[in-house]
């Protein structure tokens, strides 16, 4: 085969579409303006970011008021949770003192991203109430422990739509029902999901949730926190009154533009582009396990994501592993891409019970651009590296 380089690593970040490129060239250039500024070039600018918020809330099916940009998805899941915590509690004169001083409780579940799981901590730190959900071996919440939870009345509720690392897909409708039924705030973290799901907001009940551009072959740099009208959420950064005061400073406009063009291209290719991969991950499934038979496979048979397939291999070096793939061409991750470019032992499969020592999980993740001769190689390239450790040791 005369592949050479295969990137399999999409759930870490994606190439940026052309049609994003091009959208965005203009406000680099002859379109600079600050979108603040009451000249023609900041009202230029002003015009291009609100289009780009219209087309994003489209895209998602809320309102171009309920859509805030932010920094990335880290930043919106921070303003989600913590943000929520702080709004909770000023709202009810209480300090975060105690969980009856401001309905402090914060709810999320053992397999969250890290941005959320750090920003419960923070609240905890701040004197929230801290509850974490736990998950079946398939990492998946279970309703029952939900409204358990919800009898301590907290201020947010915070369970992914889609995991970054199995891929399995959590009832996030009938998780936020329950919570809509109980009044109390649910966050999504839809990162994951987003152009891989139909994610709308019309449709499941949530009121905050998070996205990020760079995973739909957007810029890095920027994503956007939905906020339901009427839900209150405080500022983590102060200073200027740019983005409904939750996320003060000069708006990234290129970013923004590109942003709405890869939420609207992934959006209107979703079930057909969810349906492709989900081929390829299928083939890629049975390769690698005809190719090792001692393999497992991490997540569930349904309601897992069509592009993640995360497997563990008994016995082997997970560095060995992931730095063998590399040599042999295939980008692969050992777990989440946010845990400073080192390979850490992953808090989403000790949560599922799926993890022990001396032996490699690796995360293969599809996109946009792979294609089935791809996932042939990756197949050869990943029987060739367990063989050489296993020669090895």
């Known amino acids: 085969m005369s592949l050479k380089f295969v990137y399999l690593d999409h759930a870490a970040t994606t190439s940026l579409r052309p049609e994003v490129r091009e ?10 303006g ?23 809330a489209a895209a998602i099916g809320a309102h171009r008021r309920e859509v805030v940009f932010t920094g990335g998805g880290t930043e919106a899941d921070n303003i989600a949770v913590l943000g929520r915590w702080r709004s909770a ?64 009345r907290p201020c947010v509720v915070s369970v992914m739509w889609a995991n970054n690392e199995v891929g399995t897909i959590e009832p996030v409708a009938e998780i936020g029902a329950r919570c809509r039924e109980a009044d109390i705030v649910f966050h999504t973290d839809a990162v994951q999901a987003f152009a891989k799901l139909r994610v709308r907001v019309d449709e499941t009940p ?45 708006e990234n406009v290129a970013s923004a533009v590109g942003f709405a063009v890869a939420a609207e291209l992934a ?15 299928a083939r890629l499934r049975e390769g690698l396990q005809q190719i090792v038979p001692e393999l497992v496979v991490n997540g569930p048979a349904e309601h897992v994501l069509p592009n993640i397939l995360n497997v563990t291999v008994p016995g082997a070096d997970q560095e060995g592993v992931i730095i063998g793939l590399d040599l042999e061409g295939i980008a692969a991750s050992g777990a989440s891409a946010c845990q400073s470019g080192t390979i850490k032992p992953s808090h989403v499969l000790a949560a599922m019970g799926r993890i022990s020592d001396g032996d490699a999980a690796v995360r293969l993740s599809l996109g946009r651009t792979t294609t089935a001769e791809e996932i042939e190689f990756a197949i050869s390239a990943f029987g060739r590296v367990i063989e050489q450790l296993r020669v090895e040791a």
């Open 267 to 281: 959006a209107a290719e979703q079930e057909e582009e969810a349906a492709r991969l989900g081929a390829l991950r």
């Open 23 to 32: 959208a965005m060239l203009p406000y680099f250039d002859e379109k600079f």
């Open 89 to 152: 509690c000023r709202s009810t004169g209480g300090n975060g003192s105690s969980p009856s001083a401001a309905r402090g409780a914060v709810v999320c579940s053992a397999v969250e991203h890290k941005a959320v799981g750090a920003a419960a901590q923070c609240a905890a730190d701040e004197g929230a109430e801290l509850i974490t959900l736990g998950v079946d071996e398939d990492g998946r919440v279970d309703l029952n422990s939900v409204m358990e939870a919800l009898h301590a």
């Open 206 to 250: 949530c009121d905050l949730l998070s996205l990020s551009a760079h995973k739909i072959s957007g810029p890095k740099g920027i994503g956007a926190l939905y906020i339901r009208e009427g839900t209150q959420v405080l500022p983590l950064v102060h200073g200027g009154g740019q983005e409904r005061e939750l996320r003060p400073g000069t």
């Open 34 to 56: 600050n979108p603040s500024s009451t000249h023609r070039w900041g009202r230029q600018a002003r015009n291009a970011l609100e289009q780009a918020r219209e087309r994003l």
